[in-house]
C-alpha cells in the first residue's frame, strides 16, 4: 500500500519540487542582483556651508555582512514556504488527471454511461477529458452495436437450426414414413443448410471487410462490374430485372475480393430488393481525382430516415423477409468495404421508387502512391 501511494504521489511530489525550486531559485536571484549591491552604498548626511555652524556627518550604510546574514536567515524560511506553495500549486494541476484516472477507472469496470464532465475552465486537461468523453461514447456505442450483432447473428443462425431439428424429429417420428416422405425431408433439410451455408459466408464477408485492407491492387472497377454482371444476369432475367451499364474506365487502387464483395452486394441488392419489370443500371465514370461507381435500380418507396438503417447488420427492408430476400448484411459489407478503402458512400431514394447508391475512390494513381508509403510504414510498425 505504500508503495502503491508512493507510486500514486510521485508525479505531484516532482511538480511540487519544480515549482519550489522555481520559487527559491527567484529568491535567491533577488538576493544577487538586489541586496547585495545595495551593500555598497554608503549612505552620506549632507552638510551646509560653514557659516551655519553645521558639521559634515558620514556615517557607512548597511555592512554587507549584515545584509548576507539576513538574507540567508530570509532564504532559509524560504524553504518551507516554496515547498508548501509548490505543493499546493500542484495539487491543483493535477486534481483534474486524478478526476479522469477515477472516472477511467470506473469506466473500465463496466459502467460506460459515465464520463468525466470537466467543464471550466478550458485549459490541456479539460481539452484531455472531452477526448476522452468523445472516446467513451464512440466505446459505448462500439460496444452496443457489437451486443446488437451477437443477438441478431445468434438468431439468425439458431433459427435454420431450430427449423432443420424440428424438421428430423418429425421426420422419425413418424411411423408410416416412406422413402419418398424421407427423400423430401432430406431436400427440405438441405435447403436450411443451404440457407445457414450462405448466411455464415455472408458474415465472413462481413467480418473480412470489417477488417481492413490487406493488400491494394491497380484495377478497373468496369472489369469488375462486367465480371458481376455476366454472373447475374440469368437471375436478372427470371425475376423480369433489366439491366444496363454505363461503364467507362475508372482505375483504383484497392483490394481486389472486396472490391468483388462491393460490387456484388450492390448488384445483388439492386436486384432483390426490386419489382417485376424494374430497371438496375449500373454506372462506372472518373472525375478529377475521383473515381465512382453507382448502382441505381427502382423499387419500393424509401423514406428518408430508414436509409441509414438500411446499412447496418442484420436490417432489412421489410421487417417480415426472411433468408430468401437476404439476410441484411449486404449493404453492411457495402459499408465496411468503402470505410476500409477510405472511399465515401453516397445514398439518395427515388421519388418513385428504389436507390441510388454511389462509392467514390481516389483515383489509382494517387492513392496507389499514397499507400505504398503507408504500407511501408505499417510493415515496419509489425
Request: proline letters at 4%; a neutral charge.
Amino acid at each position: 500500500m505504500t508503495s502503491q501511494r508512493l507510486a500514486r504521489r510521485s508525479l505531484q511530489t516532482r511538480l511540487a519540487l519544480a515549482y519550489a525550486a522555481g520559487i527559491y531559485a527567484a529568491g535567491v536571484l533577488v538576493v544577487v542582483f538586489v541586496a547585495v549591491p545595495l551593500a555598497s552604498i554608503n549612505a552620506a548626511i549632507p552638510h551646509g556651508r560653514p557659516s551655519s555652524s553645521a558639521i559634515t556627518e558620514t556615517g557607512p550604510g548597511i555592512s554587507l555582512p549584515q545584509l548576507l546574514a539576513g538574507s540567508a536567515v530570509a532564504l532559509v524560511l524560504l524553504i518551507p514556504i516554496a515547498l508548501a506553495l509548490g505543493w499546493f500549486v500542484a495539487d491543483r494541476f493535477l486534481r483534474p488527471l486524478r478526476a479522469i484516472t477515477a472516472t477511467a477507472k470506473i469506466i473500465s469496470a463496466g459502467d460506460l454511461h459515465r464520463r468525466l464532465d470537466l467543464g471550466e475552465p478550458t485549459d490541456e486537461l479539460t481539452e484531455l477529458g472531452h477526448t476522452l468523453d468523445d472516446l467513451f461514447t464512440r466505446l459505448q456505442a462500439s460496444f452496443d452495436a457489437q451486443r446488437h450483432f451477437v443477438a441478431n447473428a445468434s438468431h439468425e443462425l439458431r433459427t435454420p437450426l431450430a427449423g432443420l431439428r424440428t424438421l428430423l424429429e418429425v421426420a422419425l417420428a413418424d411411423p408410416d414414413a416412406d422413402a419418398d416422405t424421407l427423400r423430401s425431408v432430406c431436400q427440405e433439410a438441405l435447403a436450411l443448410g443451404g440457407h445457414q451455408e450462405r448466411l455464415v459466408q455472408a458474415l465472413l464477408a462481413l467480418a473480412t471487410s470489417e477488417r481492413g485492407i490487406t493488400r491494394r491492387d491497380t484495377l478497373d472497377l468496369t472489369h469488375v462490374v462486367e465480371a458481376v454482371l455476366a454472373s447475374r444476369r440469368d437471375l436478372a432475367a427470371q425475376k423480369g430485372i433489366h439491366l444496363t451499364e454505363d461503364l467507362t474506365p475508372a482505375v483504383t487502387a484497392a483490394d481486389p475480393r472486396l472490391i468483388e464483395s462491393l460490387v456484388a452486394n450492390l448488384i445483388d441488392n439492386a436486384i432483390r430488393h426490386n419489382h417485376p419489370d424494374g430497371h438496375v443500371k449500373i454506372t462506372t465514370q472518373t472525375s478529377g481525382t475521383q473515381v465512382a461507381l453507382t448502382v441505381a435500380n427502382s423499387g419500393p418507396v424509401i423514406s428518408g430516415d430508414q436509409i441509414q438503417r438500411l446499412f447496418q447488420p442484420f436490417q432489412r427492408l421489410a421487417p417480415d423477409r426472411h433468408g430468401r430476400d437476404g439476410y441484411g448484411l449486404g449493404l453492411a459489407i457495402v459499408n465496411a468495404v468503402t470505410q476500409a478503402h477510405h472511399a465515401t458512400l453516397t445514398t439518395s431514394a427515388h421519388p418513385e421508387g428504389g436507390l441510388s447508391i454511389t462509392v467514390r475512390f481516389a483515383h489509382g494513381s494517387r492513392q496507389a502512391t499514397r499507400t505504398d508509403t503507408g504500407g511501408e510504414s505499417h510493415d515496419q510498425r509489425k
